[in-house]
């Protein structure tokens, strides 16, 4: 991202089938930050599941309901960025 945007490095978007899914995401994604004792700047989104941002400074984090996720389509706003897949395991 950093080649496009000047505020962060990485942008990840992923989605849950529910928005009761979305919260677990983002709960576990924070659990797992604060076991590597790094704490969000900045966290948004209610915690009704459709959308939820968590931003790490260099890695913000979208984490969307299917329909919310379409709707939106961030990923064709940074069409130019460069995709990485992370692997499902």
Known sequence: MRKIANFCEYFVICSGSSDRQVVSIADAIEEGF???K???SNSNGAKNGAWMLLDYGD???H???KEIR???NLERL???AKR???PKD
């Open 84 to 86: 990485v897949r992370i």
């Open 38 to 40: 790094v704490k969000a």
């Open 78 to 80: 940074w069409i130019d």
């Open 70 to 72: 379409e709707y939106y």
């Open 34 to 36: 604060i076991k590597q």
């Open 59 to 61: 890695v913000i984090i």
């Open 63 to 65: 984490i969307f309901n």
